[in-house]
Nanobody, 124 residues
Framework: QVQLVESGGGSVQAGGSLKLSCAAS?????MGWFRQSPGKEREFVSG????????VYADSVKGRFTISRDNAANTVYLQMNSLKPEDTAVYYC????????????????????WGQGTQVTVSS
């Protein structure tokens, strides 16, 4: 199975930036970032195909977050700018086994492997 480890979370003031990383051990296809806050369902944030050509963003983060990946390092990133208090959540990375040109999926149930998550807290 694929092992995923997130890092880069922390506390930041509104308007600040954080960059999350997810290091993978094993083969990855599409990579996705999801987040979950207490009392809410896990929600899609962003996804990227294996070849990095196809990216998808939730409407709530478009223009603020950027997903990227380095396949040589087997790592995906989420650059988060202009952070808002409503971005506060545990952020998880996930992967699924698909072709390198696949359109990223947005449903959590479509992803087979998950990291343990990293906390992001944005204060006002």
């Amino acid at each position: 199975q694929v092992q995923l480890v997130e890092s880069g979370g922390g506390s930041v003031q509104a308007g600040g930036s954080l960059k999350l990383s997810c290091a993978a051990s094993g083969r990855t296809g599409t990579m996705g970032w999801f987040r979950q806050s207490p009392g809410k369902e896990r929600e899609f944030v962003s996804g990227i195909s294996r070849n990095a050509v196809r990216t998808v963003y939730a409407d709530s983060v478009k223009g603020r977050f950027t997903i990227s990946r380095d396949n040589a390092a087997n790592t995906v990133y989420l650059q988060m700018n202009s952070l808002k208090p409503e971005d506060t959540a545990v952020y998880y990375c996930a992967t699924r086994d698909d072709v390198y040109w696949a359109q990223p999926k947005t449903e959590p149930s479509e992803y087979a492997s998950w990291g343990q998550g990293t906390q992001v807290t944005v204060s006002s």
